[in-house]
């Protein structure tokens, strides 16, 4: 605000001030030195809102000061008794600043710019009985060391007035203070008040002051008005707040100007205090009530403004929700704890063939849904239901759906997790067409298989075996046999990862190593085919265990060099093994590490095997289930038994996530 300004607004407040002080002279009883009404106090009390707070206060306290004694003496009060006035209103005042701000801290904060609420409605009540009190037993203080002592129904009338005076005058100034920008308006404030017809208003304007002015004029034998606040409870229920304020000044204006002219039922009261204390209790319990009603009612409008907008906004965000959720790619489907389907977009509709039940897939049998292998699969081996039953995610399971409006079938992949017990439970789950996946696999699988040996060598005094079984459709390990004319070469190895990228590299792998001629240099071999695959290694992060043997039939002599690999082993015929250790790191991590060549000789009854880390996770994940591995096959009669065995017992945990390869030389004992 501009300096200016400040002045012209600290001057209109003060010419207000000095009527409010006049006008509140204006209404000494007749016989008595009170006033009845105290509007300077409510001018005051609504400036030290209204002011701006980053200045001193002690200006605008002086001001009053001046004013007020100023005013009270000019109306024929003893100037030193002015004077006295004076300082206790300022009092009141300072008071009223320093109860005021706790109490009503965002009308504080915002300069009384802030739409009222309740709980200001009655800081607004206790701030200003509070400050009345105060300068009350100031006065009381003063009284004292005079010789007419003190006079407690001066006191009371004080407290009282100036409390009433604070409430209406204060809140009727902060109220138009806050209404009047916004008046011609379209903003929230405006919106928060009750629309009602020009009828209703134009009755009450009529209607209200008429009857205060009949109730006290002919009805003025019978002393009791309370009645009259029927009128303001109407006002408060149903109007705006502004009018409410207006119409409870102007009422208690009214009851004050008859009571002034010696009739109406206050006027009865032969008491001079009693007769007071009636009246601003009249006046200030329809401000109460008025304002309290109009203030509680406009809270309840906004709140169901506010909860017709959020109606509004949640249809909006569902028919948004609803349309991204029926344009993804994927379906999506959730049911509660119970398993009832609560949402199903369109693509889950359509990958199910269209079809609806209660349920996500309904029961298994009307969706057509299969396990991979064919079989019908049980409504409990649902995905969503075993993590309903369960109350653990699901990823990546396939299943098939297969029914009239599907016949070729469909393969379906779900990933199922489950919502939080708190929010009520259930299952959500998506799911993806994965059948041009698994078309891919399958090819992708047959040509795997095509790469790996399709017949074992003859050797003559050697039993050998083999077997390979992918995690998925496809694998990153992979074994080869390769004859030479002065034995057998035997490759194992095995991809880091799984999958359609570890089977790409097993490939290759087996490309450059049979791009060179077979030779039982085991370590020359490997070590060519890691410079033609470090770059590609390299690429995609990956690397390779592998172990690479030359058997030479005659003598029984195994030579190998293992890069990382580290399972292979001889099996003893007394069931104790020798196991055949790595030599260096794997393909693909240390390019420039050497590729030393060890050896060993395989004897008559004795077991070579080797095989990849898919069987010891599946055992248990650590080396002491090599021993378990050796017993499998230290008594098998054949190389074929110990791997048939060796892969028993892997099924048999349940437990194969990685691809498992196993080859055996067995020697014959004699």
């Known amino acids: 605000m501009r300096p200016g300004r400040d002045v012209l607004t600290g001057a209109v407040v003060a010419v207000l001030y000095a009527l409010a002080v006049w006008a509140g002279r204006d209404t000494v009883l007749a016989g008595t030195d009170t006033a009845l009404t105290a509007p300077a106090v409510g001018v005051a009390a609504a400036w030290v809102l209204v002011r701006r707070t980053d200045r001193s206060t002690w200006p605008d306290v002086l001001v009053g000061f001046a004013l007020t004694a100023a005013v009270t003496a000019a109306t024929g009060t003893a100037p030193a008794v002015a004077v006295a006035i004076g300082a206790f209103h300022m009092l009141q005042a300072v008071v009223f600043a320093a109860l005021v701000r706790p109490l009503c801290p965002a009308t ?14 009655w800081g607004f009540l206790l701030a200003g009985a509070g400050a009345s009190l105060a300068s009350g037993l100031a006065i009381a203080a003063s009284r004292a060391l005079t010789p007419a002592g003190v006079s407690w129904d001066e006191v009371t009338i004080w407290v009282s007035r100036n409390t009433m005076g604070s409430f209406t005058v204060g809140t009727l100034v902060v109220v138009m203070r806050i209404w009047w920008p916004h008046r011609h308006g379209d903003d929230e404030y405006v919106h928060r008040m009750p629309r009602r017809s020009v009828v209703e208003y134009a009755v009450v304007a009529v209607v209200s002051p008429v009857m205060y002015v009949v109730w006290f004029l002919e009805l003025s034998w ?3 008005v309370f009645p009259l606040i029927g009128l303001t409870i109407w006002v ?13 000044s102007v009422t208690g204006a009214v009851a004050v100007v008859i009571t002034l002219g010696g009739v109406g039922p206050f006027a009865v009261i032969e008491d001079p205090t009693v007769r007071i204390l009636v009246a601003h209790l009249f006046t200030g319990m329809v401000a109460l009530v008025g304002l309290a009603l109009a203030v509680m009612q406009e809270e309840l409008n906004a709140s169901l403004r506010e909860a017709e907008q959020a109606r509004r906004d949640a249809r909006q965000q569902a028919q948004t929700l609803t349309t991204v959720v029926d344009t993804m790619d994927e379906g999506l489907g959730v049911v509660d704890g119970e398993g009832r389907l609560l949402l199903r977009n369109a693509r889950a509709r359509a990958l199910l063939g269209g079809r609806s039940d209660e349920g996500l897939l309904g029961n298994a049998a009307l969706f057509g849904v299969h396990r991979l292998d064919g079989t ?9 239901q075993v993590t309903l039953a369960t109350g653990q995610p699901l990823r990546d399971v396939d299943v098939v759906v297969r029914n009239a409006d599907v016949p070729e079938g469909r393969v379906l992949r779900f990933n199922c997790t489950p919502m939080r017990p708190q929010d009520g439970g259930g299952v959500v789950s998506v799911l ?3 059948t041009a996946l698994h078309q891919e696999l399958a090819i992708a699988a047959r040509v795997q298989r095509a790469l790996l040996p399709q017949v074992l060598p003859v050797l003559a005094g050697y039993d050998l075996a083999s077997a390979f079984v992918p995690a998925g459709s496809v694998g990153g390990d992979f074994y080869d046999w390769q004859e030479t004319p002065t034995g057998l070469v035997v490759t194992l190895a095995d991809v880091m990862g799984k999958g359609a990228g570890a089977a790409i590299l097993a490939a290759t792998l087996r490309t450059t190593l049979h791009e060179q001629s077979a030779s039982d240099d085991v370590a020359a071999v490997l070590a060519r085919a890691e410079r ?3 770059a590609e290694l390299q690429d995609v992060g990956a690397f390779i265990t592998a172990v690479r043997m030359h058997l030479s039939p005659t003598t029984g002599e195994v030579s190998y060099t293992d890069a990382g690999h580290g399972l292979s082993m001889v099996v003893h015929p007394d069931g104790t093994r020798t196991r055949l250790l790595a030599g260096r790191p794997p393909l693909g991590l240390v390019p420039d590490a050497p590729y030393p060549t060890s050896r060993t000789t395989l004897a008559r009854g004795e077991m070579l095997l080797s095989f990849s880390d898919g069987v010891l996770d599946a055992l248990g994940g650590s080396i002491d289930e090599l021993g378990e591995v050796a017993a499998l096959a230290h008594d098998a009669p054949t190389s074929h038994e110990a791997v048939r065995r060796l892969l028993a017992r892997v099924e048999g945990t349940g437990l194969q996530e990685d691809d498992v390869t196993v080859v055996a ?5 004699a």
Do not use: K, T
């Open 108 to 121: 504080w904060r915002s300069r009384a710019r802030a739409p009222l609420n309740r709980h200001d409605v």
């Open 222 to 224: 019978l002393p009791l």
């Open 236 to 248: 408060g229920v149903r109007l705006s707040l502004p009018f409410v304020v207006l119409h409870d």
């Open 376 to 384: 019908p699969m049980p409504d409990a081996e649902l995905p969503h």
């Open 432 to 434: 993806r067409d994965v």
């Open 532 to 534: 033609r695959l470090s």
């Open 665 to 669: 030389i067995r020697r014959d004992a």
